[in-house]
């Protein structure tokens, strides 16, 4: 069975690493800066929403470990990139114990209702999709914030995989 395995995750964890210095590098302003043309998002928000996911549905839907993955915008607003980052550690940890949990049955159907959305019907997803999606969108985000930096006078680092170590 084909599972997301240590190296892979680890690029991904690398090229994260890469952008969470450069967004180190921001002024603490533009860092807070909300971007109308980012739905008025700011890089803090958009990195805090990445992390999110990875709580929400590995946390949440598949280790039923919390009911509230989903940092609440006013705690957000005092995050520092500190913060961001054991958010992101807190995340890896859930990857580690999902691939451990999982590691026989990433293509077993879930099904159930979404914790954290007051209302809804069940959905069926399998550990290894949740695991696909949490990644896939990590990079989608990425690609916004290297753009909104661009917006605001910086040159991103690059956040592609390829760049990284072996």
């Given at each position: 069975?084909?599972?997301?395995?240590?190296?892979?995750?680890?690029?991904?964890?690398?090229?994260?690493?890469?952008?969470?210095?450069?967004?180190?590098?921001?002024?603490?302003?533009?860092?807070?800066?909300?971007?109308?043309?980012?739905?008025?998002?700011?890089?803090?928000?958009?990195?805090?929403?990445m992390?999110?996911?990875?709580?929400?549905?590995?946390?949440?839907?598949?280790?039923?470990?919390?009911?509230?993955?989903l940092?609440p915008?006013?705690?957000v607003?005092?995050?520092?990139?500190?913060?961001?980052?054991?958010?992101?550690?807190?995340?890896?940890?859930?990857?580690?114990?999902?691939?451990?949990?999982?590691?026989?049955?990433?293509d077993?159907?879930?099904?159930?209702?979404?914790?954290?959305?007051?209302?809804?019907?069940?959905?069926?997803?399998?550990?290894?999709?949740?695991?696909?999606?949490?990644?896939?969108?990590?990079?989608?985000?990425?690609?916004?914030?290297?753009?909104?930096?661009?917006q605001?006078?910086?040159?991103?680092?690059?956040?592609?995989?390829?760049?990284t170590?072996d």
């Amino acid at each position: 069975m084909v599972q997301l395995n240590q190296l892979e995750y680890k690029w991904v964890k690398q090229t994260r690493d890469e952008l969470l210095r450069f967004c180190g590098e921001l002024t603490p302003e533009d860092f807070a800066r909300n971007l109308e043309t980012f739905g008025d998002q700011s890089v803090r928000g958009l990195l805090m929403h990445m992390a999110d996911c990875y709580h929400a549905w590995l946390n949440a839907y598949l280790l039923a470990g919390t009911t509230k993955p989903l940092t609440p915008k006013d705690i957000v607003q005092h995050y520092t990139i500190e913060d961001v980052r054991a958010r992101f550690a807190a995340a890896d940890e859930l990857v580690e114990q999902v691939m451990a949990v999982f590691a026989d049955r990433l293509d077993e159907a879930i099904v159930k209702r979404i914790p954290w959305r007051e209302n809804g019907d069940s959905v069926s997803l399998t550990a290894r999709k949740l695991l696909l999606h949490t990644v896939t969108h990590e990079f989608h985000h990425k690609g916004h914030i290297t753009a909104m930096a661009r917006q605001m006078g910086y040159i991103p680092v690059n956040t592609d995989v390829l760049g990284t170590e072996d």
